[in-house]
C-alpha cells in the first residue's frame, strides 16, 4: 500500500520578514544618501570652475510665467568676477551681508536677531548670508521646509570650504534674480543703466543692491521713495567698507 506524502509550506516568522524588509530598506537610504553625497560633492567641484548656466529659480518662474500665460523673458549673461565694478561687490555685503567677508558661511548673530524679531511679529530682512544665498539659488528650490533649511546649511559649508569667498561671490552676483527675467550683474546692469557691470557707480550699484529683497516688485531706476532711502543707507556703509580682499 502506498504512502501518500504531502508537504507543508512553513510559514517564516513575522519577526525574520520584519527584519528582512528593515535591513533592505536601510540598505536602499544608505546607498541614496552615498549617490547623493557624491552628486553634491562633484557638483560643488564643477561650479568652482565652470560657469552656473541656470538656477532651479530660473526655471521655477519659466514655469510660471508659463502656467499664468505670460511672456517668458529671460535675461543672464556670465561675467568673470574682475568683470564687475567693485562698488557691486561693496554694496551687497553692505545690503545683504556685512560679515561676508569674515564669517565661515553663516551669520549667527544676525539669525538670532532675525529669529527674535519674526516672534515678535516683526517684518525684517531674514538673517541668511551671502553664502547661504548663493548655496540655494544654485542648488535647492525656494521654500522654508526645515529639509531645505537643512540642505542649505550643508551646501553653504561645502561651497564655504571648496570654493572659496571670491568664487561665492562671483557666483551669487552671476546668478540672483535683480529684476523681473533678469539675472546677474552684467544682465541686470545692462536692463536698468544700459552699461556693462565694469562700469557701476556707487549709487548705481547701491540701486541693485536696494532692490534684492523683491526685484520684482521694486525698480533700481525711478525708485520709490522706501528705494531711495535704501540706496542711500547703502552708499553710507559702502564708505566704510575698505579694499575687497578674499
Known amino acids: 500500500m502506498a504512502t501518500k506524502i504531502t508537504s507543508k509550506k512553513t510559514k517564516q516568522p513575522a519577526r525574520k520578514v520584519s527584519g528582512t524588509f528593515k535591513s533592505k530598506l536601510m540598505r536602499f537610504f544608505f546607498k541614496a544618501f552615498l549617490w547623493f553625497f557624491g552628486l553634491s560633492i562633484f557638483f560643488v567641484v564643477l561650479f568652482k570652475f ?5 538656477t532651479p529659480l530660473m526655471v521655477i518662474r519659466a514655469i510660471e510665467n508659463k502656467v499664468a500665460g505670460k511672456e517668458n523673458y529671460f535675461n543672464h549673461d556670465w561675467e568673470p568676477i574682475e568683470n564687475i565694478s567693485v562698488n557691486l561687490q561693496k554694496a551687497v555685503i553692505a545690503s ?9 558661511g553663516f551669520d549667527f548673530t544676525a539669525m538670532q536677531k532675525a529669529y527674535k524679531s519674526n516672534e515678535r511679529g516683526r ?3 531674514g538673517g541668511s548670508t551671502i553664502s547661504q544665498q548663493t548655496a540655494k539659488n544654485v542648488f535647492l528650490w525656494q521654500g522654508r521646509s526645515y529639509i531645505r533649511k537643512g540642505l542649505e546649511a550643508y551646501f553653504t559649508v561645502l561651497i ?14 552671476n546668478s540672483i534674480e535683480m529684476g523681473n527675467g533678469i539675472y546677474g550683474a552684467q544682465a541686470a546692469t545692462q536692463h536698468w543703466y544700459r552699461k556693462d557691470a565694469s562700469s557701476l557707480t556707487k549709487i548705481q550699484a547701491a540701486g541693485i543692491a536696494a532692490i534684492l529683497p523683491n526685484p520684482r516688485k521694486y525698480s533700481a531706476t525711478s525708485s520709490s521713495s522706501y528705494i531711495n532711502r535704501r540706496k542711500d543707507k547703502i552708499v553710507r556703509i559702502m564708505r566704510h567698507i575698505g579694499k575687497i580682499e578674499y
Open 123 to 125: 517684518r525684517i530682512k
Open 96 to 104: 545683504e551681508d556685512g560679515t561676508f567677508l569674515s564669517h565661515h
Open 50 to 54: 565652470v560657469p552656473v548656466p541656470f
Open 160 to 173: 564655504e570650504l571648496i570654493w572659496g569667498k571670491e568664487r561665492i561671490m562671483e557666483v551669487y552676483l
